[in-house]
């Protein structure tokens, strides 16, 4: 129904799929990232090249002195701590561009953002208990708290690689629509995109959006660029949410309002059987939702064929595979 996605900008750990950097001249091969490339320009960053270690290198490990962490050679006990605190403040420094997302390494003692190890020495010995953030992945979440962050590993997981390209396009969508609204001095594009947006963010976080409506009121004249920041905030807000299936009956039987007037009877019936039947866990949200997508083409509704719930990211890029947790 659109094919106007704007096209996310993503920071990525360059092992992944990129270049052939890992500690042992490796690269990760990534089926998601390899479809990826078409639709989102990426960042590269490899920190332990960035320092100046080699290709093949011998691997790094996190050492916890007391409340301090260091960053060394696993054997030879070589210490890279300074180096990296460098690099890492020059990195973010010369980052003109600006960034819609993040995927890092996961695991790595470099870039991973919750589950790497650290090791009470160096040399053949055991972690210490319990994981950590990466020397950079901690850098990295604590300058991109309002974008979309995710290693590789959990993206593997379908709901959760589902809710990150949602919210690498939406946010990539933002983007550009506050480019708009600082370029021609008015709001209309963030309205625009406030509304496109209505029924994604209702299965989402009903309380957001009616403040996101708020902010787009704007009762207090602020300026532009205080309202573009006050509805940003909001944004994590829905990122950060998993729809339920509470929430997502409510926003498909809004829906499904817009068609009451035009179905049969058999239709109506037949579409409430199948909403029972998602909640019941017996089919999938997006069973449902392509049967009301269906009805927006058959009855040309002018207002619900803008809707981005029906066009989250591009179609390409869905992957039925899952980790091992369960499909939705």
Known sequence: MQNDLARPKILISACLEFNKCRYDGSVVPSTLIEKLVEYVDFIEVCPEVG?????????????????SIRFVESYS???????????????????????????????????????????????????????????????V????????????????????????????????????????????GKLKALVEFHTRH????????????????RVLANHDHLSLEDVLSQYGALLPFIYNAAPSHGKNTNMLLHLFGYFKKD?????????????ALYQNRKIPFSTVLMLIKAWVIRFDEPYLKTQRIFDLFPVELIELTDSGKGLP
């Open 77 to 139: 006990g070589t210490d890279h701590t300074e180096e990296m605190d460098a690099f890492i403040d020059t990195f973010f420094k010369s980052l003109k561009t600006p960034i819609d997302g993040v995927i890092m390494k996961c695991k790595s003692p470099t870039c991973g953002l919750k589950d790497a190890k650290t090791y009470p020495g160096v040399g053949k010995m055991g972690a210490n208990p319990g994981k950590t953030e990466g020397y950079f992945g901690r850098v």
């Open 51 to 67: 320092i100046g270690l080699p290709i093949p290198r011998e691997a790094v490990r996190l050492i916890q002195i007391g409340d």
């Open 263 to 275: 179905l049969s009877d058999h239709e109506k019936a037949f579409f409430l059987d199948q909403l």
């Open 141 to 184: 979440s604590e300058k991109f708290k309002g974008i979309p962050v995710e290693d590789d590993g959990r993206l593997k997981h379908y709901n959760i690689r589902e809710q990150f390209l949602m919210s690498i396009f939406i946010q990539a969508e933002f983007r550009e629509v506050s480019d708009r609204v600082k370029s021609t």
């Open 198 to 213: 209505k029924y994604l963010f209702m299965a989402y976080q009903q309380k957001t959006l009616t403040e996101m409506g």
